[in-house]
């Protein structure tokens, strides 16, 4: 039976609705495009969750949020407002349209003018989250909500607030922040990442800090807030802040609190004894951040891997003095689920040491650059099929045994990323072993003219040694590919279900194994930049096994043509983001053929592609609807940048 018209089916909206809630939201996205009926399927309430829409003010923003009205709950990121009419008349729209529907509000990169504002929030009675970090402008005056009448609307339409970001904020203070904190009564979360807090000494007065500063925010008035929220404070930020450790400690002891998650990003002041203080009394912490915080130690580490036992997430990332010592002990950790030790260059072998009772699910080893083959392995075989994230970019040690071990072992990563790893060439990807290379190459065995003994003196006449990463890996022939095809190995393919996938600077890697190993249906962000070795034949072949990709970067990809870009754009039909920067054999007809195939384009970058004219770019936006930004930097001579 051929199916002219997928109505004919007459399939109840139920049904098609349970079918649509087994695909991911992508498929599910594709599928509402099919029919009615489908479309219909698809705006069920059961599959819809909170949308967060994001735009700049347009007066085509304005026809974009009355059309929001069929949401019923929703959330609003709105950037670039400023005094204008248009800005204050999308504000107005907002709190008409929406209202008792909007979810969340944040407005980044704006200058909105404490009157507008004051105008929209009251009609945001089921607002749960409100990000107002860097707006300056709303505190400069020091005079936001110091009007009871509009204190009483606020808190009147803010009473439900859970989530509240108030980070680099530079003119916040203790009049300011009550202010509007008395409005906020049951927060859940609270950043003040990035703020100028006084913690100790007010350098203002010259004298230890005081309460009701009208100049900065204090110690002491923070610590009133969470006395008086205690009750239902669970999260907070005080990311790049100047805490001292007396300070983490006395907020670490303050009665009541019961914090669940706790973010002390580049926090360069903070002891070991502090974080040893932390752990015993906020012994409830699921999410910890000590990224950046360079004075720690693995005393630390030791800390929280005896303390926390509730703990889900750490990063200890750029903890430089952090050394093997005590890591291991972080695998006891029974409920430890994403774990970060980027840029941790003492770290090299503390993970392996012993069998874990950790489930990660999540580990992140970037820039660890003393990481060997040994360490990978291990991990591999202790961390199994939980294992969904797995970050290597820049450890330069690893080799093709690592890749056989990731492939043999973590059959259920969703994200795999080995940018840098210089050592990695296609046996590694095809799960095979490089045969052992000839003691005495030929080439050395040739007659290559008179030598020289070292009495004559270094003029120039030796060579110099060559260096590991200048020696070409043996090439992979037809009949190595004739094994491969033939017998299950350890190879990439392994990973059926991998999402993302950045091999950014593997320069080893040719089409031979581009092509064979690359076949998952479900990728959708894939990074081959910096492969000088692959040609169209790989994109062609990407294009075919890899059919939902969203985002694909190629720069720097000298051999990726035309010719390739016209037989895999067609094939790509959910593209969303593309970089051809540095493509030398990319022209004009390549942006023909971007404007004829992938109309949902959102992202393009093709800096420095010498054949490539800004007039060719420009026609681009009526093309496709969605395009929002092109990079087209020194094109034809130009340095050019569009924001559409």
């Not at 900065?216 to 100047?242: C, E, I, P």
Request: hydrophobic content about 40%; some cysteine; proline content about 4%.
């Amino acid at each position: 039976m051929i199916i002219h018209n997928m109505d004919d089916l007459h399939l109840p909206i139920e049904v098609i609705s349970y079918i649509l809630s087994f695909l991911h939201v992508s498929d599910r996205k594709e599928a509402s495009l099919v029919c009615k009926s489908w479309y219909a399927a698809s705006q069920d309430l059961q599959l819809q969750k909170i949308v967060t829409f994001k735009f700049p003010v347009s007066t085509s923003s304005l026809d974009f949020i009355r059309a929001l009205d069929r949401h019923p709950r929703c959330g609003l990121v709105i950037s670039h407002l400023d005094g204008s009419s248009l800005s204050r008349q999308v504000l107005v729209e907002v709190g008409v349209h929406l209202g008792p529907r909007l979810n969340s509000l944040a407005l980044p990169g704006s200058s909105i003018t404490e009157s507008s504002l004051l105008g929209l929030l009251p009609h945001l009675t089921n607002l749960h989250k409100l990000d107002l970090q860097g707006l300056d402008s709303l505190f400069m005056s020091g005079a936001f909500l110091s009007r009871e009448e509009h204190r009483q609307q606020v808190q009147h339409a803010l009473r439900n607030l859970q989530e509240l970001d108030l980070s680099s904020l530079r003119y916040l203070s203790d009049l300011s922040f009550n202010r509007l904190t008395c409005c906020t009564p049951r927060l859940r979360r609270l950043a003040l990442a990035g703020c100028h807090i006084a913690f100790e000494f007010d350098p203002y007065r010259g004298c230890p800090v005081g309460a009701g500063s009208s100049a900065l925010l204090s110690l002491r008035n923070l610590l009133s807030l969470l006395k008086k929220q205690a009750g239902t404070l669970r999260s907070l930020d005080l990311s790049r802040t100047s805490i001292t450790p007396n300070s983490l400690s006395s907020i670490a002891q303050e009665p009541g609190l019961h914090l669940e998650e706790l973010s002390l990003r580049g926090c360069k002041e903070l002891t070991d004894y502090s974080v040893e203080v932390l752990c015993k009394w906020q012994n409830n912490l699921k999410v910890l951040d000590l990224s950046a915080c360079t004075e720690l130690t693995s005393r630390t580490v030791q800390a929280v891997a005896t303390k926390l036992n509730e703990l889900q997430s750490l990063s200890v990332s750029q903890d430089w003095k952090i050394t093997d010592k005590g890591l291991a002990e972080l695998m006891a950790l029974p409920r430890l689920r994403t774990l970060d030790l980027s840029e941790c260059p003492h770290v090299r072998k503390g993970l392996s040491s012993q069998l874990p009772r950790a489930q990660l699910e999540s580990l992140s080893l970037r820039n660890c650059t003393y990481i060997k083959d040994a360490v990978i392995y291990s991990l591999s075989r202790m961390l199994g099929s939980n294992l969904k994230v797995l970050d290597l970019t820049s450890c330069v040690n690893i080799t093709d045994l690592s890749v056989q071990a990731i492939a043999n072992y973590l059959p259920s990563l969703l994200m795999l990323r080995l940018a840098w790893c210089k050592e990695i060439s296609d046996w590694g990807l095809l799960g095979m072993v490089e045969p052992t290379k000839d003691c005495e190459a030929k080439d050395k065995l040739e007659y290559k003219g008179p030598s020289f003994t070292r009495t004559f003196g270094n003029m120039g006449f030796f060579q110099p040694p060559s260096l590991p990463f200048q020696d070409k890996p043996q090439l992979v022939t037809n009949e190595d590919l004739g094994a491969f095809n033939e017998q299950e190995r350890a190879s990439l393919v392994a990973l059926k279900g991998l999402q993302e996938l950045d091999l950014s600077a593997c320069s080893k890697l040719t089409d031979i194994s581009i092509t064979q190993v690359l076949r998952f249906p479900d990728l959708h962000r894939l990074s081959l930049s910096m492969l000088p070795e692959i040609s169209d034949e790989s994109l062609v072949s990407v294009a075919y096994h890899c059919r939902s990709l969203t985002s694909l970067s190629l720069n720097h990809c000298p051999q990726i043509s035309d010719q390739g870009m016209a037989r895999a754009l067609p094939l790509l039909q959910r593209l969303q983001h593309l970089d051809l920067a540095c493509c030398d054999a990319i022209t004009n007809e390549t942006i023909s053929i971007i404007a004829l195939h992938c109309d949902r384009l959102k992202t393009l970058d093709v800096s420095m592609c010498k054949d490539i004219t800004v007039h060719q770019v420009d026609h681009l936006q009526s093309y496709l609807p969605f395009l929002e930004k092109v990079q087209c930097r020194f094109v034809t001579g130009t340095d050019f940048t569009m924001a559409l």
